[in-house]
């Protein structure tokens, strides 16, 4: 079992940053594939980018791309989404998940393919 806690949520201003944090605990010592998705009212839940467990591999969702980053530190235990030039269509509960089927990768893009997930951290960019 593995616990996933996000942080680092927040309001911003359009064109703004966050970086986002996400926290893994609990049998860690399995390798994880890592992924963020989001979701916005009344939309369902998409994907926003992932990494493999060495962190040489990322996906990033087209509407991201350029400006949202993913990283991890294993040492820490944590992954981190760097997002730059927030726009109001960004404004979302963003969910941090960890699988570890996909360690080595190919980065997998679909919700259901992670079995573990984080309780959320809200994001809203004021226009």
């Known amino acids: 079992q593995v616990q996933l806690v996000e942080s680092g949520g927040g309001l911003v201003q359009t064109g703004g940053s966050l970086r986002l944090s996400c926290a893994a605990s609990?049998?860690?010592?399995?390798?994880?594939?890592m992924g963020w998705f989001r979701q916005a009212p009344g939309k369902e839940r998409e994907f926003v980018a992932a990494?493999?467990?060495?962190?040489?591999?990322?996906g990033y969702a087209e509407s991201v791309k350029g400006r949202f980053t993913i990283s991890r530190d294993n040492a820490k235990n944590t992954v981190y989404l760097q997002m730059n030039s927030l726009k109001p269509e960004d404004t979302a509960d963003y969910y941090c998940?960890?699988?570890?089927?996909?360690?080595?990768?190919?980065?997998?893009?679909?919700?259901?393919?992670?079995?573990?997930w984080g309780q959320g951290t809200q994001v809203t960019v004021s226009s």
């Open positions: 998940s960890a699988d570890h089927r996909w360690a080595a990768g190919p980065v997998r893009s679909v919700a259901g393919e992670y079995a573990f």
């Open positions: 609990g049998r860690i010592f399995n390798r994880y594939a």
């Open positions: 990494i493999t467990w060495s962190g040489d591999s990322t």
